[in-house]
Each structure stands twice: as C-alpha cells, then as structure tokens.
T-cell receptor, first 115, second 113 residues
C-alpha cells in the first residue's frame, strides 16, 4: 500500500517570501502521479500542481513549483512570492497510474502567510 | 470554472433520518467518482469508489449499508447516509477524474443532531 507523509503540520511565511512544503511517499509502483492540493477555509479542494512520475522535469504553475526526487521518493512544493491568499491547508497526494484514480493523501500542512 | 458540483452544501438532520448528497460532473462524463470524508483539521479519507453501471467499491471499515452509493448516470453519483447518527457528522467531498485532475466538488457539511 502507498503512504504519503507530510512532516510539517504547520508553517508560516511572510508575505512576498518563499516557502517550501515537504512531502515524502512510499510505493513500489513505477508509474504514478503526485499532486499538491490547496484547501482554503472554504474547504474547496483546489488542484495546485500535478507531476507525472515518468517526467524528469519538475512541474511549475506560476508561483508554484515542485522538486520531484523520484529515487528519494520526495515531492516538495515551493511557493514563491507568497500571498495572503495562499493561506490554506496543503495536501500532498499520490495516485497510481492505470486502474482507478483514487488518491492517497498526506495529513496536510497548514500554511499561514503573514502580512 | 467548477467542473464538479455537490448538493447540498450543508445539511442538518435529526438522528435516525437519512440524507442524500449529490455529486455531479459538469460538462463531462465520469464513469467513476470517489467519495471522501474529512473530519475537522484532518486529511481526506477515501470512503468508496462509485462505478456507473455496477456496485460501488467500499474501503475497508466503511459500512456499505450505512453509506449507500448509487451512480445513477454518467454525470451523477449519490451518497445516502442512512439512519444518521451524530458520529456521522462530517464533511463529505466527492471527486471525479478528468484530464489534468482529479477534481473535487465543494463538499457537503453534514450535521446530525
């Protein structure tokens, strides 16, 4: 079975600064996807970024980028130029490629961006 | 814009009653949808996989007779919490696979009095 570990229950950052959220996972699968989801106080789950395991290039979406280290099974999220609207819970998630598309989530990191 | 909708967004019911939550895929067909449960300040826990045209697949420990799932069409899955009790109070979220996703509905907050 796959497991996802987020070792930082809470983090804070000053507005405009950069912060990195950690995520490690354990799997015996070769082909899979990794995700970061944002859950603001509204509780709507918002897809931030997605990485295919077969791709060596790290995914980027505007201010959000990942550092994907497949051998180390590490998938960290970097948020640049943090904004107040980035304050939210962030969940790292794993999905096996092929078969059902169910997600395995980490416990989450609560990020607070301070003005 | 939103690709998955849920209804209702919140519901309060009395203990012993049943509550139905709808999950719809907007402008796309979903042969599979997923139902998650989230307790306050906790992560999402997969409850079951809803399959169009066949029975739902439940995760270990989830009571299939309490949480009835029906995938009525290619755009609609429903979760019915039967004989609800206060311990069923939670936040229920559905998701559907779509290229670039999966994507989630906005969730339903259930409170059982």
């Amino acid at each position: 079975a796959q497991t996802v570990t987020q070792s930082q229950p809470e983090m804070s950052v000053q507005e405009a600064e950069t912060v990195t959220l950690s995520c490690t996972y354990d799997t015996s699968e070769s082909n899979y996807y990794l995700f970061w989801y944002k859950q603001p106080p509204s509780r709507q789950m918002i897809l931030v970024i997605r990485q295919e395991a077969y791709k060596q290039q790290n995914a980027t979406e505007n201010r959000f980028s990942v550092n994907f280290q497949k051998a180390a099974k590490s998938f960290s999220l970097k948020i640049s130029d943090s904004q107040l609207g980035d304050t939210a819970m962030y969940f790292c998630a794993f999905m096996k490629q092929g078969g059902s598309e169910k997600l395995v989530f980490g416990k989450g990191t609560k990020l607070t961006v301070n003005p | 814009g939103a690709v998955v909708s849920q209804h209702p967004s919140r519901v309060i019911c009395k203990s012993g009653t049943s509550v139905k939550i709808e999950c719809r895929s907007l402008d796309f067909q979903a042969t599979t949808m997923f139902w998650y449960r989230q307790f306050p300040k906790k992560s999402l826990m997969l409850m079951a996989t809803s399959n169009e045209g066949s029975k739902a697949t439940y995760e270990q420990g989830v009571e299939k007779d309490k949480f009835l799932i029906n995938h009525a069409s290619l755009t609609l899955s429903t979760l019915t919490v039967t004989s609800a009790h206060p311990e069923d109070s939670s936040f229920y979220i559905c998701s559907a696979p779509l290229a670039g996703g999966p994507f989630f509905g906005p969730g339903t907050r259930l409170t059982v009095l």
